[in-house]
């Protein structure tokens, strides 16, 4: 690619597309329908200060959670966008009890599970906020998309991402040949190509974790690895801590920097905070490809079988050799 060339996010999936035969464009036409979404939302979330959206939209999500006005309309976006462009057959939100069956006349062969608005807490208090999402190939042959089309493992996606909306607002995805991130160019309205071939460093600079919930972590063997972490039990393994609680902001700074995320489970959240299908295992896909890991704090998220659509599970993420770290030092007991 020459020096100065602007790759847009249409053209780099494009050539994505051509190096990997048998394509047929319509994970390509997905991807762009993604981009138009997180425009869309991009472009609320600059203004959410300035016009009425911010503060709560009055009602609660399936998640029991006050729904805020940004997560109503970022919900909407998606449906607008991909739900009507028959590119998938059905879509599973964070936000609805249920499946979303696809619009349009003709539906497509994918699923698509998303977070539309992770950490919308933070929206009143102008913290980076972000959008997850999933995409696997349906398993039913025809008619509506089925449960089973949404319940598979994280190591079947397709494709998976994130959108941050911070500073600037940033699309990073992987389509199984390595993570590439594009920054929004407000001026022309396009996603450019910032980062080809996105690598995690193996070991972190950070780690990220609530410690608040010292006291209450189901396994105890967390509190050896912030131990091991601050530098308590010896040295050799200190980090700098850093905790934005917004998973995607929390996410990318480890991806750029080296560093690993923990969302244990914990006395109010048994099976941890985190929900697998469009919040664990995307990140999770992104993270392998990055040369990263990630695990319930034993097993691979993307080895999980989800049983539900909203099921949770605990989560560590982020460098590899830190991700191995915990892992080993969670196994050897407490
Ligand atoms: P806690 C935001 O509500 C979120 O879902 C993630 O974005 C974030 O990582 C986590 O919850 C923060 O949770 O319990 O530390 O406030």
Redesign the pocket.
């Known amino acids: 690619m020459p020096d100065h060339e602007l790759v847009t996010i249409e053209r780099f999936i494009l050539r994505q597309e051509k190096l990997h035969g048998g394509a047929t464009g319509e994970l390509s036409d997905l991807l762009y329908d993604i981009a138009l979404a997180a425009k869309v939302i991009a472009r609320q979330v600059r203004a959410a200060g300035l016009i009425d959206v911010l503060g709560a939209a009055g009602n609660r999500n399936v998640q029991g959670e006050d729904q805020q006005k940004l997560d109503v309309i970022a919900n909407d976006a998606f449906k607008d966008t991909v739900g009507n462009g028959g590119r998938v057959v059905v879509m599973v939100s964070e936000e609805d009890d249920g499946p979303v069956q696809a619009t349009n006349a003709e539906p497509g062969k994918y699923v698509l599970l998303y977070d539309p608005l ?4 933070n929206i009143d208090v102008n913290v980076s906020i972000g959008t997850i999402f999933s995409i696997h190939r349906r398993v039913s042959s025809k008619g509506p998309g089925t449960m089973e089309d949404c319940l598979q493992a994280g190591r079947k996606q397709v494709a998976a991402g994130y959108v941050l909306y911070g500073p600037s607002t940033m699309l990073v995805y992987t389509a199984g040949h390595g993570v590439h991130a594009f920054t929004l160019d407000p001026n022309i309205g396009e996603f450019l190509l910032t980062r080809e071939d996105l690598r995690i460093p193996a070991r972190g600079k950070y780690y990220s974790i ?1 410690e608040s919930y010292w006291t209450s972590w189901v396994d105890g063997g967390y509190r050896k690895v912030v131990d091991a972490f601050k530098g308590v039990t010896g040295k050799g393994e200190e980090r700098n801590a850093r905790y934005i ?4 902001a ?1 996410f990318h700074r480890n991806m750029l920097t080296g560093g690993v995320f923990m ?1 244990p489970a914990e006395a109010k959240a048994p099976k941890g ?2 929900r697998l299908l469009y919040e664990s295992a995307p990140l999770a896909f992104v993270a392998e490809q990055a040369g990263g890991a990630a695990t319930d704090g034993s097993k691979p998220i993307l080895d999980i079988v989800p049983r539900s659509l909203h099921e949770r599970s605990p989560l560590v993420i982020g460098s590899k050799d830190d991700v191995e770290f915990i892992t080993r030092t969670l196994a050897s007991g407490h």
């Open positions: 992770d950490g919308s807490s609530n609680g917004s998973l995607v929390d969302y905070k985190l």
